[in-house]
């Protein structure tokens, strides 16, 4: 501030030196005293036109040219203040006409490049790849599990995205960015980004997303243990009278969500001997928007791919099933490593909630690499968004006595 301060004023005092020495010279260069021109004409030439005289100079010019010198005063008056107006706006205006554009390109980058992986509009898809082994030799052909990214802004930064999409992620997703050896430009990035701010749900929206993955995942634990629900279902779906069917099949249907509202109900209670064990487990596996709100697809080896439902080259199963949180692109945690890595649940939470930052220390000793995402809520200075929260701070504590009770 100092430095441009005295930058300004030495502007001005230079400004102020240059008039005064102008208006001095022309002071001086019209109050003294002619000389005599040499070879001055005593006739006028016959090249030269004669001035007009005192009566037409002081009055028809002298109007015309105090007319012009209004004029110009007017539209000064007038135009300055209404630019200083329009200004702002106009500013704005660029501003909004570059997202736009932006924008525009970004939809058109992420239709050519990203859609067949993560779907049209970022909803989530599958991509068919190769799995291999820690020699490098080959396992199988796997559908992988894309997630959707319409909330990916609630778990990362724009700068982490970015750091994403420059280097890849997981070794499936490549490197899309110019540092990480991939095609795309700065800009480009930068145009896929403003793209995503467009697609992210709103919080109504998003928990709709979430509590139907772990309404999804808790009927099947229901039906599994009151298979009379199931078997209702059963018998009234091999009915052969249509009329009696549809009536039978409703009705079984009504039992079973009336009997899942009840069990969801009983599991989320933080009191429950299940919050834990069923509820915990099922928002660490939530299946919704293919597991982009789940802990288990970067926790457990095998999720992202249904290594259950994938065999190998001698027609084994990949998995007989999955072994929550023994790692794969995050770290295992079992054994108590999220009790030794937190030494309390409220910081284990506070960790889930933030997500990691690049270099930042967390825990014990731990140091953040940006790749955690949070689950909590997520406010953006760059935009002024506050993006939602993926988790309830119950779902969270529900993920922190699960995997604090991993073996």
């Known amino acids: 501030m100092l430095v441009a301060a005295s930058t300004q004023s030495a502007v001005g005092w230079v400004i102020a030196v240059l008039v005064g020495f102008g208006f001095v010279a022309y002071i001086y260069a019209n109050t003294r005293a002619a000389k005599p021109e040499v070879g001055s004409e005593i006739a006028l030439a016959a090249n030269r036109k004669p001035l007009d005289d005192d009566q037409v100079l002081e009055t028809t010019r002298l109007d015309r040219s105090l007319l012009f010198a209004l004029s110009m005063l ?78 990916v802004l609630s778990r990362f930064s724009e700068e982490e995205v970015t750091e994403i999409l420059n280097y890849g992620r997981n ?46 995942g808790a009927k099947g634990v229901m039906l599994s243990e009151r ?28 039992d079973i969500e009336t009997s899942l509202d009840a069990f969801v109900k009983q599991i989320s209670d933080p009191a429950s001997p299940f919050f834990a064990s069923i509820y915990g487990k099922l928002v660490f596996s939530n299946t919704a928007a293919q597991g982009a709100y789940s802990c288990a697809r970067c926790h457990t080896t095998g999720w992202s791919y249904n290594a259950t439902q994938v065999t190998n080259t001698a027609g084994t199963p990949l998995a007989v099933k999955y072994s929550d949180g023994n790692g794969w692109f995050g770290p295992s945690l079992q054994g108590g490593a999220t009790t030794r890595k ?42 002024k968004v506050t993006y939602p929260a993926i988790l309830t701070e119950a779902e969270i504590q529900a993920v922190v006595a699960y995997e604090r009770s991993m073996q």
């Open 227 to 254: 298979p009379t629900l199931k078997d209702a279902l059963d018998a009234a779906n091999r009915l052969s009278d249509p009329a009696a069917k549809a009536a039978a099949v409703k009705a079984a249907n009504v």
């Open 74 to 151: 007017g539209i000064i008056a007038v135009a300055l203040p209404l630019y200083w107006l329009a200004e702002p706006a106009r500013i704005t205006n660029a501003a909004e006409g570059f997202t736009i554009r932006s924008e525009k390109r970004g939809t058109e980058l992420f239709a050519a490049n990203c859609a067949r992986c993560h779907g049209p509009g970022g909803t989530g898809g599958i991509i068919a790849t190769s799995i291999t082994d820690d020699a490098g030799a080959f396992v199988a052909n796997v559908s992988w599990k894309a997630p959707a990214l319409t909330a």
């Open 171 to 216: 070794g499936v997703m490549p490197a899309w960015g110019a540092p990480g050896g991939g095609p795309l430009t700065v800009n480009n990035l930068r145009d896929l980004i403003i793209y995503l701010r467009t697609v992210q749900l709103p919080e109504a929206s998003m928990r709709a997303s979430v509590d139907g993955g772990i309404r999804d």
């Open 342 to 383: 937190f030494n309390t649940s409220a910081t284990h939470a506070a960790f889930i909630t933030g997500g990691s930052e690049k270099g930042k220390k967390y825990g014990n000793a731990g140091i953040g690499s940006g790749q955690m995402p949070g689950f909590g809520p997520r406010i953006d200075d760059t935009v």
